[in-house]
């Protein structure tokens, strides 16, 4: 199966932006647990989730509700999906197609 890999757009997006890790990993969630096709490697997607625990009281985007400090330490995504999430995941694909394909 090949993967769309997005680590270093993602990387690049959440290093310049901290609020962009909520719908990183709500995307990157998405992807995997509905999809079954990650757009990030695991060490990515853990990383991520560890950025956002270390940076939680600083994070200010309004889907932050949908995550809990103990999904994020899990690395696991329980909740509902909002529904801008299926369309970001999307427009990332188009951007990306398969210059991302590993």
């Not at 769309?4 to 992807?31: F, G, K, Q, R």
């Amino acid at each position: 199966m090949s993967e769309l890999i997005l680590n270093t757009e993602c990387n690049d997006s959440v290093d310049h932006n901290i609020n962009m890790s909520v719908p990183w990993y709500l995307m990157a969630s998405y992807a995997y647990y509905v999809e079954d096709k990650p757009i990030l490697t695991d060490g990515c997607f853990d990383r991520l989730a560890k950025k956002i625990v270390d940076n939680w009281e600083k994070i200010e985007h309004y889907h932050k509700d949908r995550l809990s400090l103990e999904m994020l330490q899990a690395g696991t995504f329980l909740g509902e999906y909002p529904s801008r999430v299926k369309g970001g995941l999307k427009s990332l694909k188009d951007i990306y197609g398969k210059s991302g394909t590993v």
